[in-house]
């Protein structure tokens, strides 16, 4: 069956810009983790969703960062007034309800110039 | 606060023989702890989990070891082949967040011929 995807894979945007990253989870899948992570760093936990809610968003770093899961299946990762230390790669994965393992999608590489 | 340590130094051995990677935790108790593979520029692949009640589990040429006294993960993998060249990243699970994974920086293995 089709994995976690990811749109765009690139994304290329100047400082100040507004941009959005959507995830495709695996159909079926409660849960949809976003991360973040840095080149020679390991992800970084941003936002967790359980269906529609934000279970916990304890690690957007600060209120530029917001995410939604309207419908329980695709979120969108909402990134205002983009600044250059926003650059990274942002991944999301998925998992069935009350499972452990997570399914990560390929990433979007966001660059802020 | 929670913190994860993995070989920052890159892993290179000789096809054929045993890697064995390392993961350090301090300031945790977790329910279980999972190893990823991530090949670069892609989002991180499941390999194993290991729970706090279980000292070893394996899976092919893979093996983890689990001791919640020292607080450490050994990740083994045997007869080694080029194609297992990738960054592994231990991740544990992060307390009062369901299951978002708290990731170590990964370790880089090179294997070769």
């Known amino acids: 069956g089709a994995g976690v995807s990811q749109t765009p894979s690139n994304k290329v945007t100047e400082k100040g810009k507004y941009v959005e990253l959507r995830c495709d989870p695996i159909s079926g899948h409660t849960a949809l983790y976003w991360y973040r992570q840095s080149l020679g760093q390991g992800p970084e936990f941003l936002i967790y969703f359980q269906g529609t809610g934000a279970a916990d968003d304890s690690g957007l770093p600060n209120d530029r960062f917001f995410a939604v899961r309207p419908e329980g299946s695709v979120s969108t990762l909402k990134i205002q007034r983009t600044e250059r230390g926003d650059s990274a790669m942002y991944l999301c994965?998925?998992?069935?309800?009350?499972?452990?393992?997570?399914?990560f999608g390929p990433g979007t590489r966001l660059l802020v110039l | 606060s929670q913190k994860i340590e993995q070989n920052s130094e890159a892993l290179n051995i000789q096809e054929g023989k045993t890697a064995t990677l390392t993961c350090n935790y301090t300031?945790?108790?977790?329910?279980?702890l999972q190893w990823y593979r991530q090949d670069p520029g892609r989002g991180p692949v499941f390999l194993l989990l290991i729970r706090e009640n279980e000292k070893e589990k394996r899976k092919e040429r893979l093996k983890v070891t689990f001791d919640t006294t020292l607080k450490q993960s050994l990740f083994h993998i045997t007869a080694s082949q080029p194609a297992d060249s990738a960054t592994y990243l231990c991740?544990?699970?992060?307390?009062?967040?369901?299951?978002?994974?708290?990731f170590g920086k990964g370790t880089s293995l090179l294997v070769t011929p």
């Open positions: 300031n945790y108790s977790p329910a279980y």
């Open positions: 991740a544990l699970d992060m307390t009062n967040s369901g299951y978002a994974l708290n």
């Open positions: 994965a998925s998992s069935p309800s009350g499972a452990e393992t997570q399914y």
